[in-house]
């Protein structure tokens, strides 16, 4: 059997592939070995990078941080790529309770429900959270602005009592030295409740406001903000002591507040939407 002249001279076929379209051998071979590269390895490596920075990406996340890095691509391609290369899991959060409302000390009403937030320190909301750590638990406290959703103070101590939400009260004021009139909501757990935690808010010109009892949803930005810090950060990791958890989540929330896209901005930044803000204002 007679052999094609192409498979005995491969070579030949190249030499008349490039005259034929006018390129030369080098062009030729490069495109070659583009043509058998899977176009989805380079999206993959993207798609991993930024799961290793922000850990609870979902795939519509993925697709705004690609577009804002310059890499414009559909949310359905994203999407199909984390399914096939197994990027989409995700640890479930752990549940449990802080609130102790069981107390004669005064509950406030529920002021957010006739409150249209229009501006940066019109509205916080603060709550409280349990952190695991070898051997026990710790406690979180955090204000959150409810108009950039930025964490404006936090704090984060052994013991959970008013003292560890009174640290992140104060660090707030420092932070942001809000005008007298700004609503403080929470709900009506002791710790926020108690008569050193309302006192310190009446000096500070702030109006207080709770959430209705048992209903979470009242206080519903700062339990997405805690559900986000589990997920993101403390259900990932295995703090050995106070001041490795102080750590791990005062650079969360740094991440958050400065880099981490919020679906409810528009999926920008809670701080670059506190600028644009601002700016806007000029």
Same mark, same amino acid.
């Given at each position: 059997?007679? @052999?094609?002249?192409?498979?005995?001279?491969?070579?030949?076929?190249?030499?008349?592939?490039?005259?034929?379209?006018?390129?030369?051998?080098?062009?030729?071979?490069?495109?070659?070995?583009?043509?058998?590269?899977?176009?989805?390895?380079?999206?993959? @490596?993207?798609?991993? @990078?930024?799961?290793?920075?922000?850990?609870?990406?979902?795939?519509?996340?993925?697709?705004?941080?690609?577009?804002?890095?310059?890499?414009?691509?559909?949310?359905?391609?994203?999407?199909?790529?984390?399914?096939?290369?197994?990027?989409?899991?995700?640890?479930?959060?752990?549940?449990?309770?802080?609130?102790?409302?069981?107390?004669?000390?005064?509950?406030?009403?529920?002021?957010?429900?006739? $409150?249209?937030?229009?501006?940066?320190?019109?509205?916080?909301?603060?709550?409280?959270?349990?952190?695991?750590?070898?051997?026990?638990?710790?406690?979180?406290?955090?204000?959150?602005?409810?108009? $950039?959703?930025?964490?404006?103070?936090?704090?984060?101590?052994?013991?959970? $009592?008013?003292?560890?939400?009174?640290?992140?009260?104060?660090?707030?004021?420092?932070?942001?030295?809000?005008?007298?009139?700004?609503?403080?909501?929470?709900?009506?757990?002791?710790?926020?409740?108690?008569?050193?935690?309302?006192? &310190?808010?009446?000096?500070?010109?702030?109006?207080?406001?709770?959430?209705?009892?048992?209903?979470?949803?009242?206080?519903?930005?700062?339990?997405?903000?805690?559900?986000?810090?589990? &997920?993101?950060?403390?259900?990932?990791?295995?703090? @050995?002591?106070?001041?490795?958890?102080?750590?791990?989540?005062?650079?969360?929330?740094?991440?958050?507040n400065e880099r981490r896209l919020h679906s409810s901005l528009g999926y920008v930044p809670p701080a670059e939407f506190a600028a644009q803000y601002?700016?806007a204002q000029i």
């Amino acid at each position: 059997m007679m @052999t094609d002249a192409r498979d005995a001279h491969p070579e030949l076929t190249v030499v008349r592939l490039c005259e034929a379209f006018s390129l030369s051998r080098s062009s030729f071979y490069e495109y070659k070995n583009n043509e058998d590269t899977d176009p989805d390895d380079e999206l993959a @490596t993207e798609i991993e @990078t930024i799961i290793e920075e922000f850990v609870g990406y979902g795939y519509r996340r993925i697709t705004r941080e690609l577009a804002r890095r310059k890499k414009k691509v559909n949310h359905k391609r994203v999407l199909r790529v984390m399914r096939e290369r197994g990027l989409t899991h995700r640890k479930k959060p752990r549940k449990t309770t802080t609130t102790d409302s069981g107390h004669a000390h005064q509950r406030y009403p529920n002021l957010l429900a006739v $409150t249209h937030v229009l501006r940066p320190n019109q509205v916080w909301q603060a709550d409280l959270s349990y952190v695991r750590i070898t051997g026990g638990f710790v406690y979180v406290a955090c204000v959150l602005d409810s108009f $950039t959703r930025e964490i404006v103070g936090w704090s984060l101590s052994e013991r959970l $009592t008013a003292d560890v939400a009174l640290e992140a009260l104060d660090n707030a004021l420092i932070a942001r030295c809000p005008s007298p009139g700004l609503i403080h909501h929470s709900d009506q757990g002791v710790q926020y409740a108690c008569a050193a935690y309302t006192e &310190a808010l009446k000096a500070a010109g702030i109006v207080s406001s709770m959430s209705r009892t048992g209903n979470p949803y009242d206080n519903a930005r700062m339990e997405s903000f805690f559900k986000t810090l589990k &997920a993101e950060e403390v259900n990932l990791q295995e703090y @050995t002591d106070l001041d490795e958890a102080r750590e791990g989540i005062g650079t969360f929330i740094t991440l958050y507040n400065e880099r981490r896209l919020h679906s409810s901005l528009g999926y920008v930044p809670p701080a670059e939407f506190a600028a644009q803000y601002h700016q806007a204002q000029i």
